[in-house]
């Protein structure tokens, strides 16, 4: 079996890391709610592992479960939730952060703060700042694409062209 040959500390954070690996994947292209969840879920799974987790590393945990439950449940009953939402759920509650958390020893606060600083450079790396935290359904550039440009076509009723913005076209 593959398991034997893994070092005992990898095979005691599999839960964990493959708690992360599917938040990884669902985020790949936007911040998901069902990231949150996930994520939420191998935190409190390494807490439990912990001998005695500060109380301050457990309310983060606690509020990561509630943000995540309710992110989930929001999810299945397809209803929208607010950026601020998702600006929560990227920054503290990320595949990146929570892997931080869970895999350096460096410390919650510390795993935040490094993970926030990545993401913040990915963001302008990637465009600037409009895509510092993105929520759509949509791959960040395709939404910036619709955003910026518009389609013109002929209006048979007034006799000319006219250009309608693609955010009009496309469902947001």
Same mark, same amino acid.
């Given at each position: 079996?593959?398991?034997?040959?893994?070092?005992?500390s990898?095979?005691?954070?599999?839960?964990?890391?493959?708690?992360?690996?599917?938040? /990884?994947?669902?985020?790949?292209?936007?911040?998901?709610?069902?990231?949150?969840f996930?994520?939420?879920?191998?935190?409190?799974?390494?807490?439990?592992?912990?001998?005695?987790?500060? +109380?301050? /590393?457990?309310?983060?945990?606690? *509020?990561?479960?509630?943000?995540?439950?309710?992110?989930?449940?929001?999810?299945?009953?397809?209803?929208?939730?607010?950026?601020?939402?998702?600006?929560? +759920?990227?920054?503290?509650y990320?595949?990146?952060?929570?892997?931080?958390?869970? /895999?350096?020893?460096?410390? +919650? *606060?510390?795993?935040?703060?490094?993970?926030?600083?990545?993401?913040?450079?990915?963001?302008?790396?990637?465009?600037?700042?409009?895509?510092?935290?993105?929520?759509?359904?949509?791959? *960040?550039?395709?939404?910036?694409?619709?955003?910026?440009?518009?389609?013109?076509?002929?209006?048979?009723?007034?006799?000319?062209?006219?250009?309608?913005?693609?955010?009009?076209? /496309?469902?947001?």
């Amino acid at each position: 079996m593959i398991l034997q040959y893994l070092p005992p500390s990898v095979i005691r954070a599999l839960p964990e890391l493959a708690l992360i690996a599917i938040g /990884f994947v669902v985020e790949w292209h936007y911040v998901s709610r069902i990231t949150v969840f996930t994520n939420s879920m191998a935190l409190a799974t390494h807490t439990a592992s912990l001998s005695d987790p500060s +109380a301050l /590393f457990t309310a983060y945990v606690e *509020f990561g479960i509630v943000l995540g439950l309710y992110g989930f449940i929001q999810y299945i009953r397809e209803e929208s939730i607010g950026q601020p939402y998702y600006v929560t +759920a990227y920054y503290l509650y990320s595949s990146m952060t929570v892997g931080l958390i869970i /895999f350096l020893p460096v410390g +919650a *606060f510390a795993a935040v703060v490094l993970a926030t600083v990545a993401h913040i450079g990915m963001a302008v790396w990637r465009g600037g700042v409009s895509s510092w935290v993105y929520s759509g359904p949509r791959p *960040f550039e395709v939404t910036y694409f619709i955003n910026q440009n518009s389609i013109r076509y002929p209006d048979h009723e007034i006799g000319r062209w006219v250009s309608v913005p693609l955010t009009e076209v /496309f469902d947001r």
